[in-house]
């Protein structure tokens, strides 16, 4: 069992930087491919990416790393826009597009205004 818990969302302006970080229980964290999706209000759950693969929405503005001492995935997001804002959500195990996971986050509010 994996519990996962996002924190670091917020509001911030156009152009702003913002990271996420996503801690884990359990002794297993580093097992697991980690990723990190979004949703923004009216829409569809979004697959943001995972080290090393990024949707083409973030690609060059995002990235996700992990620290697997602190049993973190953290997601720093630059450059941001309002179209950014969306509830961020960690996940796992996902290796990639098309991944289902077993273990989601409850969210963190992301809102980017113009």
């Known amino acids: 069992q994996v519990q996962l818990v996002e924190s670091g969302g917020g509001l911030v302006q156009a152009g702003g930087s913002l990271r996420l970080s996503c801690a884990a229980s359990?002794?297993?964290?580093?097992?697991?491919?980690m990723a990190w999706f979004r949703q923004a209000a009216g829409k569809e759950r979004e697959f943001v990416g995972v080290?090393?693969w990024y949707a083409d929405s973030v690609k060059g503005r995002f990235t996700i790393s992990r620290d697997n001492a602190k049993n973190t995935v953290y997601l720093q997001m630059n450059n941001l826009k309002p179209e950014d804002t969306a509830v961020y959500y960690c996940?796992?195990?996902?290796?990639?597009?098309?991944?289902?996971?077993?273990?989601w986050g409850q969210g963190t509010q992301v809102t980017v205004s113009s």
């Open positions: 080290i090393r």
């Open positions: 996940a796992a195990p996902c290796s990639g597009y098309g991944c289902d996971p077993d273990y």
């Open positions: 359990g002794r297993t964290f580093s097992r697991y491919a």
